[in-house]
């Protein structure tokens, strides 16, 4: 399975931005899709998820109400919309899939079968 991010880019603080991620997975809509985000210097975080057979969405705190996450099962897309963006935003952002049975946010790096290599978000103050 190969995940492609794409849509990254510089935007002031405050700004918006929206990344998304195809994939060729047969089987996407059994997969939870996710975004984690590493800053420079920092450990990958979960930022959000989004359960393969249902609209359930789950949020890290610092984003939740900024950035939404959808999916498209028909085109196999992954987006992640980020509204109100904040210098401490920053990071590059990875897409991921997660092919877990069980639905227990936030997802872990143990709970990713596959990764996407990354798009850089820049926000500027």
């Known amino acids: 399975v190969q995940l492609q991010a794409s849509g990254g880019g510089l935007v002031q603080a405050g700004g918006s931005l929206r990344i998304s991620c195809a994939t060729n997975?047969?089987?996407?809509?059994?997969?939870?899709m996710a975004w984690f985000r590493q800053a420079p210097g920092k450990e990958r975080e979960f930022v959000a998820a989004l359960r393969r057979t249902e609209a359930s969405t789950y949020y890290t705190d610092s984003v939740r109400g900024r950035f939404t996450i959808s999916r498209d099962n028909l085109k196999k897309t992954v987006s992640l919309q980020m509204n109100n963006l904040q210098a401490e935003d920053t990071a590059v952002y990875y897409c991921?899939?997660?092919?877990?049975?069980?639905?227990?946010?936030?997802?872990?790096?143990?709970?990713?079968?596959?990764w996407g290599k990354g798009t850089q978000v820049t926000v500027s103050s």
């Open positions: 997975a047969r089987t996407f809509a059994f997969y939870h």
């Open positions: 991921a899939a997660s092919q877990s049975t069980t639905w227990s946010p936030p997802l872990t790096l143990y709970d990713i079968n596959y």
